[in-house]
């Protein structure tokens, strides 16, 4: 079937505010709300309100489309999705993560102006655990085809082996006779007739990490020797293995240098822009990340490709919750009627993506503290295996929630009923899950012994002996362990305390059953406000801070795409340093922070803080290396050696060159680096990340403020104003975790010294993009062709 874009040209109407504007797809109707102290969604939604969205476009219907099959595909509406054509229900779905199809056959108006209505159903709150977004966050297809035509994702493609390599190739359409071919760049390498072949690839270049290839499938289907279809689906040639000795892709032992990723995009909210989601794979696999996972819900089908593309495994997980609630509105509700169907969308979706290593059936759920949950985590078990048998079967499982659930100290318990009764065994005296994450921020990384016990591991590993791979959260003191207690168990850390990296990555490198580990975050996210930040507000002290906190403030990136001092940390335990890196605890506060226990730095790589000579200065330096040595201005301020690869030095701020080196164990010097001050005078600085871009393009446009050498400044934040000709301005904001600011304005405040736009292009021609404000003036021109 043709397929091609169904995005412009959509009548939106926010139906409580009754707000009406024209948008392209995708789109993410939450960040047209205000936010307030007193929204139902709390710390948790970011203080967005919900609502019920309306989105309606008006299209004609050709007369051939008469004796055709016509599809819309819709990759994700958040949530509660209804599809009306021409005034009669035709569709949708209930989760807001997963696609979904509607056809349209029988419904449209041949010849005529038709009219297709999505309304999304957001406004009962709270329903998550983090910011959600709301309304068609994700794009619309149009597949239009003959009688007889290749189903949407009707192509399968399955490797039996890789030595020699040997494929299958499944084909699911209504009527007619297939003909497969497999395209290396252009060029036919194999071809076989029929539905279902098995083929060899010969000399075939194999998919990983190190080597992301990708082959093409091309299906002709004929009728009575007519060509009637076609279609092509892109694939790797990649096995996966796994056991007590490890997992194994192409039969390479293979470690998963992870981390856990929302779904939001930060300035854009939720809205899954194609070149937002290849720049956040992009600047992780560039970072040393080799492996996400999707937390905790599918990811969107650009982030899969741009995955496939550039060589990151992806672990796509399904829901949150299962039927007992976690936030009291959430899918929880829906669940039970509709897990089979996800889970197929899911399986479906990701079946050709050699990305896609592992599927999650689920995030930190205490179902399988009873019996009903553990019969219920096999049979989804089994279920995928049906759908797609050349992938394990993973879960989250916080083996802490598990253990003190079956003991009737649930976590979860916010459906209003005042107990969590999961599989009616037992009443229990629950608690919310604010609360918990609340008592994790005090514990810290204790908690990571709290399942250790012989009862703990009695009681969880029912359902961690059904997975294939058993993901364990927060439980890293039980990776020594289980090679004895259960020496066929193959596990991994999927989620972890970011501080633990350099014992956890220990770990894996030591016991050949651990695979991998899964920090928590890779990448700074909007809700679950402040649970990671070190907060120098008085309202900053608690877990659950109140408005105007936004961000969760946690992260190797944060929601610009900037590295901080985490990261760093990582890339040091990875060995992915090839030089000593710098990062500064911020020296223009006067208080201690409070520290929240998803973070174990908050340093950023800037030296340059007008204003705070004197001050006391936090200078962490990362590095394999043996020890360190810090130099302020040509003067040396110590050796140190490393531990656990970094080094902190205490002095006094003063404003110039400040360099590290790194020595191995016998004192020889293996590399230096420097952060430089600003000097002078303080202007704006712009750099698009991308230029010539393609007409309908997002562009990401970098603001900082710097000396005229490019120096950061990070003590001369204002407030800047952007404007755009040519182009159509998305959003502009920066990584402040707690402001009022909104980024839909084209006003906000740089914060320690940075911003960013998201710019769209519109037809060929030239951008021009102008941020001013108490720094100054700052013009550049991008090319649209």
């Given at each position: 079937?043709?397929k091609e874009?169904f995005n412009?040209?959509w009548q ?6 009754g ?16 936010r307030?102290a007193d929204?139902?969604s709390g710390?948790?939604?970011a203080?967005y309100?919900g ?10 219907a050709p007369e051939q489309?008469?004796?055709?099959h ?7 509406v958040y949530k509660?999705a ?6 009669k229900?035709a ?5 807001g ?7 349209a ?7 005529e102006d038709?009219v297709?209505?999505v309304?999304a159903d957001?406004?009962r709150?709270p329903?998550s655990?983090?910011?959600t ?10 597949h239009?085809?003959?009688k ?8 399968r493609?399955?490797?039996?082996d890789?030595?020699?390599a040997?494929i299958?190739?499944e ?9 497969i071919?497999?395209l ?8 076989a ?7 060899t690839?010969?000399?075939a270049v194999?998919?990983?990490?190190d080597t992301p290839?990708?082959y093409?499938c091309?299906?002709?289907l004929?009728?009575?020797g007519k ?5 092509e689906t892109?694939f790797g040639?990649?096995?996966?293995e796994?056991?007590s000795r490890?997992l ?9 240098r992870g981390?856990c990723l929302?779904?939001?995009n930060?300035i ?9 989601e ?6 992780l696999?560039?970072a ?7 937390s905790?819900?599918?990811a969107s089908r ?7 593309a550039l060589?990151?495994?992806?672990l796509d997980?399904?829901w949150d919750?299962?039927?007992s609630k976690k936030?009291r509105?959430d899918?929880?509700?829906d669940?039970e009627a509709?897990y ?7 399986v479906e ?12 059936i689920?995030n930190?759920?205490s179902?399988?503290?009873?019996e009903k949950g553990?019969k219920?985590a096999?049979?989804m078990v089994?279920?995928v295996?049906?759908?797609?048998d ?12 598990i253990a003190k659930s ?15 009764t999961?599989?009616?065994e037992?009443?229990?005296?629950g608690?919310?899950s604010?609360m918990?994450?609340m008592?994790?921020s005090m514990v810290?990384?204790?908690m990571?012994k709290?399942a250790?016990s012989k009862?703990a591991?009695a009681?969880?590993s029912?359902v961690l002996?059904t ?13 020594p362990?289980?090679?004895?207690a259960h020496?066929?168990r193959?596990i991994?850390g999927s989620?972890t305390?970011?501080q633990d ?7 894996v490198?030591k016991?050949p059953y651990l695979i991998?580990d899964f920090?928590?975050?890779?990448w ?7 649970i990671?930040a070190w907060?120098y507000?008085?309202d900053g002290k ?6 105007p906190?936004?961000l ?5 990136f944060?929601?610009?795409g900037n590295?901080?001092?985490?990261l760093?940390w990582a890339?040091a ?5 090839k030089n000593?890196?710098i990062?500064v605890q911020?020296?223009n506060?006067?208080r201690?922070p409070?520290k929240?226990?998803w973070r174990?730095?908050?340093?950023i790589?800037?030296w ?6 004197g001050?006391?200065?936090?200078v962490e330096v990362y590095?394999q290396?043996a ?11 110590g050796?140190?050696k490393?531990?656990e690869c970094?080094?902190v030095f205490?002095t006094?701020y003063a404003?110039?060159r ?6 191995d164990?016998?004192?020889?010097e ?8 600003a000097?002078?005078r ?11 871009v393609?007409?309908?393009e997002?562009?990401y446009v ?6 005229q050498n490019?120096?950061?400044e990070?003590?001369a934040d204002?407030?800047?104003k952007a ?8 959003a502009f904001g920066?990584?402040n ?13 740089t ?5 960013l736009l998201a ?9 021009y993009?102008k941020v ?6 700052a ?7």
């Amino acid at each position: 079937m043709k397929k091609e874009s169904f995005n412009k040209d959509w009548q939106f109407e926010n139906k409580k505010s009754g707000i009406k504007k024209r948008v392209t797809l995708p789109h993410d109707a939450m960040q047209g709300e205000e936010r307030r102290a007193d929204c139902e969604s709390g710390s948790a939604g970011a203080y967005y309100p919900g609502g019920v969205y309306e989105y309606e476009k008006h299209f004609t219907a050709p007369e051939q489309w008469a004796q055709q099959h016509i599809v819309f595909e819709f990759e994700g509406v958040y949530k509660n999705a209804r599809v009306y054509i021409n005034g009669k229900e035709a569709g949708g779905a209930a989760y807001g993560y997963i696609p979904f199809f509607v056809c349209a056959d029988g419904l449209l108006g041949y010849g005529e102006d038709n009219v297709i209505k999505v309304t999304a159903d957001n406004s009962r709150l709270p329903d998550s655990r983090w910011y959600t977004g709301a309304g068609i966050y994700r794009p619309i297809w149009l597949h239009t085809g003959g009688k007889t035509y290749i189903e949407p994702e009707g192509i399968r493609i399955k490797t039996l082996d890789y030595r020699p390599a040997r494929i299958q190739a499944e084909v699911l359409a209504s009527g007619g006779e297939a003909e497969i071919e497999i395209l290396d760049q252009g060029k036919v390498i194999a071809a076989a007739s029929g539905k279902q072949a098995e083929m060899t690839l010969p000399d075939a270049v194999l998919w990983s990490e190190d080597t992301p290839f990708l082959y093409t499938c091309r299906v002709t289907l004929k009728e009575n020797g007519k060509t009637v279809d076609t279609a092509e689906t892109a694939f790797g040639v990649r096995k996966i293995e796994w056991g007590s000795r490890g997992l194994f892709i192409n039969g390479k032992e293979t470690l998963l240098r992870g981390g856990c990723l929302h779904h939001d995009n930060g300035i854009l909210g939720a809205a899954a822009y194609k070149e937002s989601e290849w720049r956040r794979v992009r600047l992780l696999k560039e970072a040393g990340y080799n492996a996400i996972r999707s937390s905790h819900n599918p990811a969107s089908r650009a982030m899969l490709e741009a995955c496939d593309a550039l060589g990151v495994y992806m672990l796509d997980e399904t829901w949150d919750m299962w039927y007992s609630k976690k936030s009291r509105y959430d899918y929880a509700e829906d669940f039970e009627a509709n897990y089979k169907y996800d889970l197929r969308a899911m399986v479906e979706r990701d079946y050709n993506h050699p990305c896609v290593i592992m599927y999650s059936i689920g995030n930190e759920v205490s179902e399988p503290a009873f019996e009903k949950g553990r019969k219920l985590a096999g049979e989804m078990v089994d279920y995928v295996h049906t759908l797609d048998d050349s992938r394990p079967v993973t879960g989250g499982i916080n083996l802490m929630i598990i253990a003190k659930s079956s003991k009737g100290k649930g976590i979860y318990k916010e459906d209003g009923s005042g107990a969590d009764t999961a599989g009616n065994e037992k009443k229990m005296q629950g608690m919310s899950s604010t609360m918990f994450n609340m008592i994790t921020s005090m514990v810290g990384s204790s908690m990571n012994k709290a399942a250790n016990s012989k009862t703990a591991d009695a009681v969880t590993s029912p359902v961690l002996d059904t997975l294939d791979i058993a993901g364990y959260n927060y439980a890293s003191g039980r990776y020594p362990l289980e090679g004895a207690a259960h020496p066929e168990r193959v596990i991994f850390g999927s989620e972890t305390f970011p501080q633990d990296i350099y014992k956890n990555w220990e770990m894996v490198r030591k016991y050949p059953y651990l695979i991998g580990d899964f920090m928590w975050t890779a990448w700074d996210y909007l809700g679950e406000a402040g649970i990671g930040a070190w907060a120098y507000t008085p309202d900053g002290k608690g877990f659950n801070k109140p408005f105007p906190w936004l961000l969760a403030d946690v992260g190797t990136f944060d929601i610009l795409g900037n590295p901080n001092g985490e990261l760093f940390w990582a890339q040091a335990v990875w060995g992915c340093l090839k030089n000593p890196a710098i990062a500064v605890q911020p020296v223009n506060h006067d208080r201690k922070p409070a520290k929240g226990a998803w973070r174990g730095t908050n340093a950023i790589p800037c030296w340059s803080f007008q204003g705070c000579e004197g001050r006391k200065a936090v200078v962490e330096v990362y590095t394999q290396g043996a020890a360190a040595e810090l130099f302020l201005n040509g003067k040396s301020l110590g050796k140190k050696k490393t531990k656990e690869c970094r080094a902190v030095f205490q002095t006094k701020y003063a404003p110039g060159r400040l360099e590290a080196a790194a020595y191995d164990r016998d004192g020889k010097e293996t590399g230096r680096s420097v952060l430089q001050s600003a000097n002078g005078r303080i202007g704006i600085t712009l750099m698009a990340e991308k230029n010539p871009v393609k007409a309908g393009e997002l562009v990401y446009v970098d603001v900082a403020l710097t000396d005229q050498n490019g120096n950061l400044e990070g003590n001369a934040d204002c407030r800047l104003k952007a404007e755009v000709r040519g182009a159509e301005l998305m959003a502009f904001g920066s990584a402040n975790p707690r402001t009022e600011e909104r980024f839909d304005s084209g006003s906000y405040s740089t914060y320690y010294g940075k911003a960013l736009l998201a710019v769209r292009a519109a037809e060929k021609g030239s951008i021009y993009v102008k941020v001013s404000g108490e720094a100054g003036t700052a013009e550049i021109t991008i090319k649209a062709e």
